[in-house]
């Protein structure tokens, strides 16, 4: 099975801040990445797949980079809204692997 | 308005079955490729499994990690989803969701609506 490992696991960032989280994968996974955003009590939300298609709706403050082995997901302009959990998960290969989710926190 | 909308969780003993329902409404179920994933209580998502429309073969995958156990199918007269869960274990415990699986977008896909989740709990 690929494994997903994200990082940082938690991160505390002011509302204005340009937020990275890294989604690492255990082998080469060309671009077939996608990043979900869950907040509390909810259902994770698709944001983009591809490693970098934004899902229509999304707000353009989100981007993805990357390729093979390492992406990233940027928020440009942090947003109250914003707090959330968010999960990488590889599209490459089955079985489909998330990665264990990165807490953003607004401070 | 596109609705996901799970029933059949609760609370089971280890060795016990139980069977997910997930009832579809606002896109065409019948074209759709669905799966289920599933999330531990505070815990990350994991892949449960996925079927193909009837059109394209109505084929399922599993996770390996399930060990047969778990079985998805489809009434798409009826519009939903199924999970067919035996030999329950502990470690089964998490919540349940309903996706819409967009194959078409990734390899081996991507789930772009999800629906409420429903609780299982596996415990004495």
């Known amino acids: 099975d690929i494994q997903m490992t994200q990082s940082p696991s938690s991160v505390s960032a002011s509302v204005g801040d340009r937020v990275t989280i890294t989604c690492r994968a255990s082998?080469?996974?060309?671009?077939?990445l996608a990043w979900y955003q869950q907040q509390p009590g909810k259902a994770p939300k698709l944001l983009i797949y591809g490693t970098f298609s934004l899902i229509s709706g999304v707000p353009s403050r989100f981007s993805g980079s990357g390729s093979g082995t390492e992406f990233t997901l940027t928020i440009s302009s942090l947003q109250p809204e914003d707090s959330a959990t968010y999960f990488c998960q590889q599209s490459n290969s089955f079985p489909i692997t998330f990665g264990q989710g990165t807490r953003l926190e607004i401070k | 308005e596109v609705q996901l909308m799970e029933s059949g969780g609760g609370l089971v003993k280890p060795g016990g079955s139980l069977r997910l329902s997930c009832a579809v409404s606002?896109?065409?179920?019948?074209?759709?490729?669905m799966a289920w994933v599933r999330q531990p209580p505070g815990k990350g998502l994991e892949w449960v499994g996925r079927v193909k429309s009837n059109a394209d073969g109505g084929t399922t995958d599993h996770a390996t990690s399930l060990e047969g156990r778990f079985t998805i199918s489809r009434d798409d007269s009826k519009k939903t989803l199924y999970l067919q869960m035996n030999s329950l274990k502990t470690e089964d415990t998490a919540i349940y969701y309903c996706?819409?699986?967009?194959?078409?977008?990734?390899?081996?896909?991507?789930?772009?609506?999800w629906g409420q989740g429903a609780l299982v709990t596996v415990s004495s």
């Open positions: 996706v819409r699986d967009r194959w078409e977008l990734l390899p081996v896909g991507c789930f772009d609506y």
């Open positions: 606002g896109f065409t179920f019948r074209n759709a490729w």
């Open positions: 082998q080469d996974i060309s671009r077939w």
